[in-house]
C-alpha cells in the first residue's frame, strides 16, 4: 500500500500547479483522501478532503475559491489544482488516505488518516 504525491515545484505568485496523488495496492474509491501541507516551523494544515463513496469535498478556508480537489476512479489518482498561488501557501504538501468519513468538523485530524505519501515541495515566490 503506497501513496505517491507529486507535482510541486517554483511558481511565480498567481500562478498554478497541479498536484497528484497516485495510489498503489488499494482503490482511491474507498478511502477519504485529503492534502495537508507543512510550512517549516508550522504545525501540518488541512488543505482539502474528498470524502469516501459520496464525494463530499471540504476546503480550508484559506484556500477556499482557489483549490480544487479532483478524484479520477480511473487513474485510482487524486488530484488538486492550485491556483492563484500565494507566498503563503509555500510548503510541502502532503497526501493522507483514511477509511473514515470524516464530517466538516473533523477532516483535517491528521490522525484519522492511515496512509500518508512523501510529500511535494511547492514554493511560490518571485
Do not use: M
Not at 66 to 80: G, H, P
Amino acid at each position: 500500500v503506497q501513496l505517491q504525491a507529486s507535482g510541486g515545484g517554483l511558481v511565480l505568485p498567481g500562478g498554478s500547479l497541479r498536484l497528484s496523488c497516485a495510489a498503489s495496492g488499494f482503490s482511491l474509491d474507498y478511502y477519504t483522501i485529503s492534502w495537508f501541507r507543512q510550512a517549516p516551523g508550522k504545525e501540518r494544515e488541512g488543505v482539502s478532503c474528498i470524502r469516501r463513496r459520496d464525494g463530499t469535498k471540504y476546503y480550508a478556508g484559506s484556500v477556499k475559491g482557489r483549490f480544487t480537489i479532483s478524484r479520477d476512479n480511473a487513474k485510482n489518482t487524486v488530484y488538486l489544482h492550485a491556483n492563484s498561488l500565494e507566498p503563503e501557501d509555500t510548503a510541502v504538501y502532503y497526501c493522507a488516505a483514511g477509511v473514515h468519513s470524516p464530517i466538516l468538523s473533523s477532516w483535517a485530524s491528521p490522525g484519522a488518516y492511515d496512509y500518508w505519501g512523501q510529500g511535494t515541495q511547492v514554493t511560490v515566490s518571485s
